[in-house]
Each structure stands twice: as structure tokens, then as C-alpha cells.
């Protein structure tokens, strides 16, 4: 099995993140995995959590 971990950091906090996660899962060991880093310039579908929350208590109201 593989796993694939993806996430969206602050550029300010990226470097600590990395670190915790090659750190934590042991990647030092061979075999162990990859980490890293790429801008993200575009994203579509990420809204802040209260946002989605309000849209979600909206959509329940219109069902029932």
C-alpha cells in the first residue's frame, strides 16, 4: 500500500512542517517515503472553514 499525504501550509511555516513530517515518520530510513514542497499559484474548492459551514447550515435549511 502507498499513502499519499498532501497539505496546504503558509510559506512562513513550510520549512517547520517539512521537518516535523520527515522527523515524526522516521524518512531518514530508506525506503521511507518523499517530502516536499511546491508553490500552489491556483486552487479551487478550498474556502475558510467558517464559509463552509455557513453554506453547509444553508444547504440543510433548503432540503427541509
Do not use: C, H, S, W
Request: without cysteine; aromatic residues 4%.
Amino acid at each position: 500500500d502507498k499513502e499519499i499525504l498532501m497539505m496546504v501550509v503558509d510559506k512562513d511555516i513550510r520549512d517547520r512542517v517539512l521537518n516535523v513530517i520527515y522527523t515524526e515518520l522516521d524518512m531518514a530510513k530508506q525506503a521511507k517515503g518523499i517530502a516536499f514542497a511546491m508553490p500552489v499559484t491556483d486552487v479551487a474548492g478550498l474556502v475558510p472553514k467558517e464559509v463552509a459551514q455557513k453554506a453547509m447550515e444553508e444547504m440543510k435549511q433548503d432540503i427541509e
